[in-house]
T-cell receptor, first 113, second 112 residues
Framework: GENVEQHPSTLSVQEGDSAVIKCTYSDSASNYFPWYKQELGKGPQLIID?????GEKKDQRIAVTLNKTAKHFSLHITETQPEDSAVYFC????????????FGQGTRLTINP | KAGVTQTPRYLIKTRGQQVTLSCSPISGHRSVSWYQQTPGQGLQFLFE???????NKGNFPGRFSGRQFSNSRSEMNVSTLELGDSALYLC???????????FGSGTQLSVL
């Protein structure tokens, strides 16, 4: 089955700097790669996603890149703000039929003012 | 539009008991999935229901079961609770044909 590895497990950056979180996946059949942000006491919230037919996607300060050959994808957050502090999860799935997301272990991002 | 609603928010049970968790999806969403979140194992898929039918199931023992009603509301049941079942149980819904999952805030289950 699919296995998703996520690094680093914790990340601390200065406000205004960039943050990068990386994930690798094992199943070449996976074709959908979402990123979720989870704040304390809340469920995960989708912040950006990418399909395997796209190499990069950007939404304001957030971008995701995908390298299908190497089976890895990354989340880039620029101009970080205190409200970006949260736990971030990458995930992978095959969107054919029922959806079963396989999540990475999560990255606790702390933005220092 | 109301989000995904899970009840109760917190539960405390003892070993050997059973528990039922409830989830109301976003209006119009016919797919409901359940995930278990623990510090050690992270987020793990339990099962997905669509139009009252289970479409996919994760690698959990048969003590974990679920069902979906005609109004798309879903319940999951855990029988013969074990200490290791202590976790945050998250329900998520999505609109048919779209990938985005909308998660509820979860039910925090503690097994003593």
């Amino acid at each position: 089955g699919e296995n998703v590895e996520q690094h680093p497990s914790t990340l601390s950056v200065q406000e205004g700097d960039s943050a990068v979180i990386k994930c690798t996946y094992s199943d070449s059949a996976s074709n959908y790669f979402p990123w979720y942000k989870q704040e304390l006491g809340k469920g995960p919230q989708l912040i950006i996603d990418i399909r395997s037919n796209v190499g990069e996607k950007k939404d304001q300060r957030i971008a995701v890149t995908l390298n299908k050959t190497a089976k890895h994808f990354s989340l880039h957050i620029t101009e970080t703000q205190p409200e970006d502090s949260a736990v971030y999860f990458c995930a992978a799935s095959n969107i054919q039929g029922a959806q079963k997301l396989v999540f990475g272990q999560g990255t606790r991002l702390t933005i220092n003012p | 539009k109301a989000g995904v609603t899970q009840t109760p928010r917190y539960l405390i049970k003892t070993r050997g008991q059973q528990v039922t968790l409830s989830c109301s999806p976003i209006s119009g969403h016919r797919s409901v999935s359940w995930y278990q979140q623990t510090p050690g194992q992270g987020l793990q898929f339990l099962f997905e229901y669509f139009s009252e039918t289970q479409r996919n199931k994760g690698n959990f023992p048969g003590r974990f079961s679920g069902r979906q009603f005609s109004n798309s509301r879903s319940e999951m049941n855990v029988s013969t609770l074990e200490l290791g079942d202590s976790a945050l149980y998250l329900c998520a819904s999505r609109q048919g044909g779209l990938e985005e999952l909308f998660f509820g805030s979860g039910t925090q289950l503690s097994v003593l």
